[in-house]
């Protein structure tokens, strides 16, 4: 080895920090030839120094590398390694990629100097690429996947030069998705991008129908348009991309102990063959700054973030658009000619090959729970695909969970009728202080993709992944996918204790069995033990830890309802199954399970459970009766109970309460307005809620009154429209189980109270 080589080595040794990415780790096997994506010095000294931290038994002739230049010095070599495989079967000769990436952003159109500071498509000199990885020795990424078999391209009749031509193929193939995958496509400039939407005849025909039927001129509705369109294009600049990667990893260091992550190695794998669409919930400001840094981190594309243009302040949305940001009205029914300027923009990109993030449900939820499905940008994704469905396209369905939220406070307030703050250039510089708080951990998971195939037919489309199922499919999958943090576990189980409170040796008794539940249902669970996250939780002043015992205060009982709200998807079967099985034990399993049955779409709606299609619903009940009677929880009336028992009896039963309210209510109505219906059962249901002992503003969530009435409409027991609603049938059946299942105390303060305001009948 010469000593240039030496110090090139050792230089390169110092300065890079990478990061290791893909499928695969290195093979340590000995029949192992490492392919590198091109034939660079640089590139191959960061491989033999990452072999050499890795283990030390290996050899210079196992790299080699994709040389476009000398294309038959490698296919001889592949050619060989067929042959040695050929002759001796016992062994196993794989073929490893492995690729290099220097600031793995993609190229925008840019002066020479800037475009030599990130990784891009086109090809360059040894000189470059030493400079580029100089500049970004900081980001740099190897990316590791697993290693190709020369076993499985053997095939009787094939020479060994067909196979090695093969397997070629298959390495370039692989490194060219790879490149996709994480750089994305080369941006064109801003510019040319607005002006491909503007030209378009679509765009063009809407603008000349509507000055006709305005009475404008086209020139000057074509400037409106224009305007708009600017107002929503993103300007997407690596450098800055850069830039705030660095700023959010700090941030999140100061603000988070822990981030968990699970599922995105089959993301990676998708990225290579499928446009990705993320869809995550929304729970917080942080959850896009969140999703993007670790899709970089990963050596994954950076999508283009749809926001709200409640964001596009000063200065702020300036920087949020170089990072990515398409920015978006709130609401454009009213507008068709932006509606139709803005699903251009977006099929665009689409087709262009960029990944496209945006939040499902619209708004951040305030409660914890997630809110239904909107289906506008969905349903112009999906024309989007249909329009050149040559590429498949995978909608990616996200879930985050946080042990304390930065909004806590503001939820709680807007909740309480407060009115939500407008975002401005100093309420950012004033949040600048959460910087000097602890929030705990904040956990990701990656949900089972909804895969759209280029052979799904239009009919398919049409039915299957219709805007609206797909929507509740993907809010399902986020629910699946969900990891609990911790506070969802300690916040479930204090706000069901007596007072709020327990004492301390119970409380983590009562984790311990809570985390053995979730355990056995598959549930992934935050890292650590239970004595440790109370110590965390009270630290942040989450809950109040004396001597022996763990409570809360009003207000923290308040805003831990955020947190237990997360968790309530997964526990709410069980409490219900318990719940009915204690209280109508005299009415037989087979009535309870069809009285569970009849109730599930409500709560469905309420929580995003599992569609109940070929009897899922009653497969799932069946399921946690026989794992309650497995350990023992199963108990009726008079018996004792077990403690989680309890206390999932206790979470289940404020959820049925709020059905029974909305059904009381719209009985003594007969009928009402949907607004009148809301106000009424909202009033009604915090009234009550002091029953448990603290307030809950949350519980009287208008969202979820919606969900409810929509599937009343929809099962038949109400008919009409917002403007008047109408019973459609007697619930007075409904009405009577209902009155067994809750607290007597409960069902007399309710009638009670809408004695006192006149409407009891």
Known sequence: MSIT??????????????????????????????VLEKPFTAD???????????????????????????????????????????NEPDRTVRLQPVMVLAGHLPNSAQPLFQSALSESWANSGSLVRFTKLLLNCRSTLVRIDEPLRLSDLIQPGLSDSEIARRALWVLRTHFQRCRQAILGPDLSHRRTLMQQ?????????AITQTALKKGVSPLKLEQQVADALDSIVADFNPGTARVLNRLIQFMLNRLFSRINLQGLDQI??????????????????????????????????????????????????????????????RSFRDDPLYALVFRQYLTLMLHRGHSIEYFIEGGRSRSGRL????????????????????????????????????????????????????????????????LFQRYGEVSIGFG?????????????????????????????????????SAMSLIASLLLSAPQQQLREIEL??????LKHWLSDEGIPLPPGNAQDWVIAAA????????????????????????????????????????????????????????????????????????????????????????????????????????PLAEHLIRLAEPVLLRQYLLVRVMTALQQTTELELFDTTRALALHLHEEYGYAAPEYADRRVFEGMTEQLLLQGVLSGNPQRLLLARPLDQVLRVGEKLLPTSLIQRAEGWLKQQGISA
């Open 5 to 34: 080589t030496s110090l090139y080595r050792l230089l390169l040794k110092h300065l890079i920090r990478k990061r290791v990415a893909g499928s695969g780790q290195l093979s340590h096997q000995p029949d192992t030839v490492y």
């Open 44 to 86: 191959r000294l960061i491989l033999e120094n990452l072999l050499t931290t890795e283990h030390s038994h290996w050899q210079p002739e196992q790299i080699t590398a994709i040389d476009n230049q000398h294309p038959d010095t490698l296919r001889h070599q592949v050619e060989s390694l067929v042959a040695l495989q050929r």
């Open 197 to 205: 939407v503007l030209a378009s005849p679509e765009v063009g025909q």
């Open 268 to 329: 990676q794998q998708l990225a290579l063959t499928h446009n990705l669409v993320y869809l995550p919930c929304h729970r917080s400001h942080l959850d896009y700054i969140l999703l993007s840094w670790l899709l970089y981190r990963h050596g994954l594309m950076v999508p283009h973030v749809v926001a709200g243009d409640n964001l596009n302040i000063p200065v702020v949305g300036a920087i949020l658009r170089r990072g990515g940001a398409i920015f978006m009205r």
């Open 371 to 434: 809110l239904s499905a909107k289906t506008g940008l969905l349903k112009m994704t999906l024309d989007a695909w249909q329009q050149s469905p040559s590429r498949p396209m995978a909608f990616i369905p996200v879930s985050i969970s946080y042990d304390r939220m930065v909004e806590g406070r503001s939820y709680q307030r807007e909740l309480s009728g407060g009115s939500k703050v407008r975002e401005n250039l100093l309420g950012t510089l004033k949040s600048l202080r959460i």
């Open 448 to 484: 089972q993709p909804v895969r759209l195939e280029q052979e799904a037919s239009a009919a398919q489309i049409a039915g299957e992944h219709s805007a609206s199922l797909l929507g509740q499919q993907v809010m399902e999958r986020i629910n699946q996918a969900f990891m609990p």
């Open 508 to 513: 983590l008794e009562r984790l311990e069995a």
């Open 539 to 642: 630290e942040r002043q989450q809950i109040s830890r004396g001597q022996n015992a763990v409570a809360v205060s009003a207000e923290q009982a308040a805003e831990l309802t955020f947190y237990r709200n997360m968790l309530m998807h997964q526990l709410i079967l069980p409490g219900l199954v318990l719940l009915f099985y204690r209280r109508l034990a005299s009415s037989g399993v087979s009535t309870q399970t069809r009285l569970l049955r009849a109730l599930y779409p409500y709560i469905r709606a309420e929580l995003s459970l599992t569609s109940p299609e070929q009897d899922q619903d009653l497969h799932q009940i069946r399921h946690i009766r026989e794992r309650l009677s497995q350990q023992q929880l199963l108990a009726t009336e008079g018996q004792p109970l077990q």
